[in-house]
């Protein structure tokens, strides 16, 4: 009865790459978020989707696209991947307006050589 | 833009009580503050949350000043599977607000 799923658990690729990230939560939360965590363990949001509606889309490259089928799905698609978009890559969800108290998924490594 | 500063990393011995705190100088009226724990290999795991005053649960206690202006996390008796990196998120309900979780304190509890 896993809250937040995410897969891969591991993904290695090379650059140049299109690659997907899938996660799914069975919270019934109306929220889901995407983060990465670098190296130095800063983690930082990316993207959030609240009913099929991007609420926030910080200033990461278009390279990365979040994709939700529906409100249990927020899928993270990365094209031409690059060295630097090697991390760990967290889903997250909350309840609507709850932003604040959010649980997250087990975690995507991204290795990109 | 970091919103809290924490400590990097702190050493305890297990049966200690640890209190971790975290400025957040610019906290927001509609903010709150919640406290994360994150296992390697693991997502962070929410442990408390509070607006001010006292929090407790079963597992840690939350002391946030009159003026909410840093806020401490406390563990009673510490085991070392308490070892791990403690994360202070200030965020509110606003859906536009930046979330930034810093770096972190990482906690190292020995025998």
């Known amino acids: 009865d896993t809250a937040v799923s995410q897969t891969p658990k591991y993904l290695v690729t090379q650059m140049g790459n299109d690659k997907s990230i899938k996660c799914e939560q069975n919270?019934?939360?109306?929220?889901m978020y995407w983060y990465k965590q670098d190296s130095k363990k800063f983690l930082k949001i990316m993207f959030s989707?609240?009913?099929?509606?991007?609420?926030i889309n910080e200033t990461v490259p278009n390279r990365f696209s979040p994709k939700s089928p529906d409100k249990a799905h927020l899928n993270l698609h990365i094209n031409s991947l690059e060295l630097g978009d090697s991390a760990v890559y967290f889903c997250?969800?909350?309840?609507?307006?709850?932003?604040?108290?959010?649980?997250f998924g087990p975690g995507t490594r991204l290795l990109v050589l | 833009l970091a919103k809290t500063t924490q400590p990097i990393s702190m050493d305890s011995y297990e049966g200690q009580e640890v209190n971790i705190t975290c400025s957040h100088n610019n906290i927001a009226t509609n903010d709150y503050i919640t406290w994360y724990q994150q296992f390697p290999s693991q997502g962070p795991r929410f442990i408390i949350q509070g607006y001010k005053t006292k929090v407790t649960n079963e597992v840690a206690s939350l002391f946030i000043p009159a003026d909410r202006k840093s806020s401490t996390l406390s563990l009673p008796r510490v085991s070392l599977s308490d070892t791990a990196v403690y994360y202070c998120?200030?965020?509110?309900?606003?859906?536009?607000?930046?979330?930034?979780f810093g770096s972190g304190t990482r906690l190292l509890v020995r025998p």
């Open positions: 997250a969800s909350s309840q609507e307006g709850r932003q604040e108290t959010q649980y």
């Open positions: 919270l019934g939360h109306d929220t």
């Open positions: 989707y609240n009913n099929k509606e991007l609420i």
């Open positions: 998120l200030v965020a509110g309900m606003d859906s536009s607000y930046k979330l930034i």
